[in-house]
T-cell receptor
């Protein structure tokens, strides 16, 4: 069975600080996808990134970066120079089968950026 | 290009009643998935429909049922509502092409069961 753990329930940082959101996953499959979504107060899930299990290369997109390490089954998300607009709940998710988009989500991390 | 829409936005029902939630997929998409997100939790997969047939189901009882129509819009029906059914219900649409298919989520319907 697949499982995603986000141990950090809530994080608060002062604006412009860097913050890392942790994600640990469990799966028996060798092929899978990992995701991060942002959920603002409006409720809609906003896609941030998808990474497949064959690609461990870290990725940077503006102030966002992701560190995927299969050896520790982790897919951590770092926001550099945080801004108030980054305040939201962030979910890490796992999809085991290519072509089957069933997503298993973690419980989320509520990030608050203090002005 | 029209995104995923859901109706209604909010809904209040009483225990034992039945409810129907609706989702309009993004234009051109043929697959829709439904998720239940209880307060403070991550979304949980309910089921997926592909070309009007159920294509995978999560750990939800049979009183949760769905439909997908020829225009790929979808309904989620819940019978005999229980208090624990109170949640945000999200639908997500995608275009199945054999490889990974990006899912686009709607804004959700918040259901309160009293």
């Amino acid at each position: 069975a697949q499982k995603v753990t986000q141990a950090q329930t809530e994080i608060s940082v002062v604006e412009k600080e860097d913050v890392t959101l942790d994600c640990v996953y469990e799966t028996r499959d060798t092929t899978y996808y990992l995701f991060w979504y942002k959920q603002p107060p409006s409720g809609e899930l906003v896609f941030l990134i998808r990474r497949n299990s064959f690609d461990e290369q870290n990725e940077i997109s503006g102030r966002y970066s992701w560190n995927f390490q299969k050896s520790t089954s982790s897919f951590n998300f770092t926001i550099t120079a945080s801004q108030v607009v980054d305040s939201a709940v962030y979910f890490c998710a796992l999809s085991e089968n290519f072509g089957n988009e069933k997503l298993t989500f973690g419980t989320g991390t509520r990030l608050t950026i203090i002005p | 290009e029209t995104g995923v829409t859901q109706s209604p936005t909010h809904l209040i029902k009483t225990r034992g009643q039945q409810v129907t939630l609706r989702c309009s997929s993004q234009s051109g998409h043929n697959t829709v998935s439904w998720y239940q997100q209880a307060l403070g939790q991550g979304p949980q997969f309910i089921f997926q429909y592909y070309r009007e047939e159920e294509n995978g189901r999560g750990n939800f009882p049979p009183r949760f049922s769905g439909l997908q129509f020829p225009n790929y819009s979808s309904e989620l029906n819940v019978n005999a509502l229980e208090l624990d059914d109170s949640a945000l219900y999200l639908c997500a649409s995608s275009l199945f092409q054999g490889a990974y298919n990006e899912q686009f989520f709607g804004p959700g319907t918040r259901l309160t069961v009293l």
